[in-house]
């Protein structure tokens, strides 16, 4: 009877575990989907090839945090975007005019600093990591804390945690009478 009760706790447990969720919505936004396909532009292209090269000269330790300017984590974000979607300067320039329709150029700029930024470990604290909005940095994302779990996942998590433990002692009461 025990085991029967914990295997109907355990897919009862299952069954109602909350999936992490990594969207966000997008408003009078055209999907990329729909865009007529995109073709860089030289400057595009430019900035990408500079970005590979000063993030080469990074990892190289050629240059430094301290050498390197917002204009340069920009052109670094670029190239490690572009990397993101598998070197296809397509995608990655409709991905940018999708971020400039839905935050505007200064930031669609401002997340590319902040992803080279977390990626060479140069935020402002000197220091890696950090809460981009992909989840970059190994903190999470926008839509979810540390672990999975925002604040609406724990307090589901509690309250589950509860009822399970008035459901077994409910259950106990009933065995006990038999």
């Known amino acids: 009877m025990k085991f029967i009760l914990a295997l109907i706790s355990l897919t009862i447990l299952f069954l109602l575990s909350p999936q992490t969720t990594r969207a966000q919505m997008m408003?009078?936004?055209?999907?990329?989907?729909?865009?007529?396909?995109?073709?860089?532009?030289?400057?595009?292209?430019?900035?990408?090839?500079?970005?590979?090269?000063?993030?080469?000269?990074?990892?190289?330790?050629?240059?430094?945090?301290?050498?390197?300017?917002?204009?340069?984590?920009?052109?670094?974000?670029?190239?490690?975007?572009?990397?993101?979607?598998?070197?296809?300067?397509?995608?990655?320039?409709?991905m940018n005019n999708t971020m400039k329709q839905m935050m505007g150029e200064n930031g669609e700029e401002q997340m590319h600093i902040r992803l080279a930024k977390n990626a060479t470990g140069c935020n402002i604290n000197g220091q890696g990591g950090g809460n981009t909005m992909m989840g970059w940095g190994g903190y999470g994302n926008?839509?979810?804390?540390?672990?999975?779990?925002?604040?609406?996942?724990?307090?589901?998590?509690?309250?589950?945690?509860?009822?399970?433990?008035?459901?077994?002692?409910?259950?106990?009461?009933?065995?006990?009478?038999?």
């Not at 190289?60 to 204009?71: F, G, R």
């Not at 604040?151 to 009461?173: A, E, H, P, R």
């Open 27 to 94: 408003r009078n936004v055209t999907p990329m989907t729909a865009q007529v396909s995109v073709t860089p532009s030289a400057q595009d292209l430019s900035d990408i090839q500079t970005g590979q090269e000063l993030y080469t000269k990074f990892q190289n330790k050629e240059i430094s945090c301290t050498t390197l300017q917002d204009a340069d984590f920009e052109k670094i974000g670029e190239y490690l975007m572009n990397q993101s979607f598998g070197g296809n300067a397509n995608v990655h320039i409709q």
């Open 142 to 178: 926008m839509m979810n804390g540390a672990w999975g779990i925002g604040l609406l996942g724990f307090i589901f998590w509690i309250v589950l945690f509860v009822d399970l433990i008035l459901l077994g002692m409910w259950l106990w009461k009933q065995l006990q009478k038999k």
